[in-house]
């Protein structure tokens, strides 16, 4: 298990400008496979850097299994890591880039080229072990820095946006692949990666990153459905959480959401505290929780239709306010059946207990806590 616990990191000269890890707690489970996700500068590389001993951090303490490792060396740490660019040495040939790191530990030279034998077995690329890197595509050139990383039999493996090289689908491929082989080696994983679509995918649980603090650390059905704040509901998603400006109003005996556009009358299972009442909010609703209803349908929404995207799979439907009163657009997502064009009049209405309030004066907090 690898525990973070309370990880400060400021680069040298720079705590006048915000420290890149700001009070990081995070556990990882053996053989768990964890993403850290975040926009560019959240400080994703700077967490997996002091994992390697490669930096060390300002304050906090780093535990493999519970053992202290702040002050371990990185060659002591048994990790193995694949950086962005893959680094492979140009002029050794792959078996030689693969048996590397055992050379490096006075492995004796038959040895460690049967180890990268077996390990280039399982990356599929035992068949290119006499040719030099710039003889191989993209693709095996990633595989042969993973068979690196792993040919010294690392406790835990380090990705730093290992696939950002790719082309789409090749990375397909080798996400398949990489999530494979971990789950064989049963090697615990940290992949670090600011593509959501991928750490949603191949993750066990997925941290989300912002200004070097954790947002959420969860399994990523539940970052998703059930995100803590209105960082991690407008950073995940595409298309986009629809966010509305509103304010939380008791009316009549009924909590409702009131917004230049319309106004919602929460579910009565979905009552808030009276405290909230007053509240400015951020009404949130993802563009697939959202359907075109018959102008009959309790808590229908009359919106005009600006206009309709193919997406191959369904049509993603851009829709306006006929008034003009509510100043954001709304994105929804219909089966390609639908039969609609822009200019169209239709009723909106939101899918029961799939909305969001968040509350702005408590930074985007989510008041609404589905289980
Ligand atoms: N060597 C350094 N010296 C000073 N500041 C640094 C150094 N390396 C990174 N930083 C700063 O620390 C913060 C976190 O950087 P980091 O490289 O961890 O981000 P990241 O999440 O990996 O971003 P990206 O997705 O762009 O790779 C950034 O504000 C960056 O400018
Ligand atoms: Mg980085």
């Not at 405290?275 to 007053?278: E, Q, R, S, V």
């Given at each position: 298990m690898i525990t973070l616990r309370n990880i400060v990191k400021e680069y040298d000269g720079k705590q006048d400008s915000g420290?890149?890890?700001?009070?990081l707690n995070l556990e990882i489970n053996k053989g768990e496979f964890v993403a850290l996700l975040g926009p560019s500068g959240c400080g994703k590389t700077t967490t997996l850097m002091m994992l390697a001993g490669l930096l060390k951090p300002t304050s906090g303490e780093i535990l493999f299994n519970g053992k202290l490792v702040n002050h371990v060396e990185p060659k002591d740490r048994n990790i193995g890591m694949v950086f962005q660019s893959y680094a492979l040495y140009p002029h050794l040939s792959v078996r030689d880039n693969i048996a590397f790191p055992l050379r490096e530990r006075k492995i004796p030279k038959q040895e460690a080229y049967e180890r990268a034998k077996e390990t280039s077995k399982i990356l599929q690329i035992d068949h290119l072990l006499d040719r030099k890197p710039s003889q191989l595509s993209g693709g095996q050139q990633q595989r042969v820095a993973m068979a690196r990383a792993l040919s010294k039999n690392p406790e835990i493996l380090l990705l730093d946006e290992?696939?950002?090289?790719?082309?789409a689908r090749l990375k397909l491929d080798v996400r398949d692949e990489i999530r494979k082989i971990q789950r064989n080696l049963g090697v615990t994983t940290i992949i670090v990666t600011h593509d959501q679509e991928e750490a949603l995918a191949i993750s066990d649980r997925v941290a989300i990153l912002n200004g070097g603090q954790i947002q959420q650390y969860a399994p990523p059905h539940e970052l998703f459905n059930?995100?803590?704040n209105l960082f991690v509901a407008s950073f995940l998603g595409n298309p986009p959480m629809n966010l509305v400006q509103g304010e939380l109003r008791e009316m009549n005996g009924n909590q409702v959401v009131v917004t230049e556009g319309f106004e919602y009358l929460l579910p009565a299972d979905r009552r808030l505290d009276k405290?909230?009442?007053?509240k400015s909010v951020k009404f949130g609703i993802r563009p697939h929780d959202i359907a075109i209803c018959s102008p009959t349908d309790h808590q229908r929404i009359k919106m005009k239709v600006d206009l309709v995207e193919h997406l191959g799979s369904g049509k993603l439907v851009k829709v306006i306010d006929p008034l003009g009163k509510l100043d954001t657009m709304i994105r929804l997502l219909t089966g390609n059946e639908a039969e609609i064009e822009s200019g169209d009049e239709v009723y909106i209405k939101f899918k029961e207990n799939k909305f969001h309030l968040f509350d702005m004066n408590d930074n985007g907090r989510n008041l609404l806590q589905y289980k």
């Open positions: 420290r890149a890890v700001d009070g290992p696939m950002s090289n790719l082309d059930h995100p803590v405290a909230h009442m007053g």
